[in-house]
């Protein structure tokens, strides 16, 4: 399908791509949570889950969302980003999307495979490490 030069283009300037555009999922989602959903939308949402300390635990998410999807943004500690949103992916699985028929279960598995590529892959070549 590709012959060897696009291939070494996709695993130089694809990873950052993919990289970039993971982070900004995260990025984008905390920022809305924090200015659209508001940090008291987002803690009644955890309360109706049954989750302990809604209003904390929403400000923890905010903030993970934020601080580690601008990390992978920026290039920047990619490994440890992509390591705290694969277990905050994976929770959200197994908290909010256990049903088989939740598409946001298989769509959260991607992520984390895609998370998986980052931290296999590093930061790439346009990187701020």
Request: a positive charge; one cysteine or more.
């Amino acid at each position: 399908m590709l012959n060897e030069s696009q291939r070494m283009m996709v695993q130089t300037k694809g990873v950052v791509v993919g990289r970039i555009l993971i982070g900004l999922l995260f990025l984008a989602s905390g920022l809305g949570m924090l200015l659209t959903q508001t940090p008291t939308g987002v803690a009644a949402y955890f309360a109706s889950l049954s989750l302990p300390m809604p209003v904390l635990l929403a400000w923890l998410v905010i903030l993970l969302k934020v601080v580690a999807g601008g990390l992978m943004v920026l290039g920047k500690h990619v490994g440890n980003a992509a390591c705290a949103l694969i277990v905050f992916t994976f929770l959200t699985i197994l908290i909010a999307h256990r049903d088989f028929a939740d598409v946001n279960l298989f769509k959260n598995l991607a992520i984390i495979g895609g998370l998986l590529y980052v931290m296999a892959f590093g930061a790439g070549r346009w990187s701020t490490n």
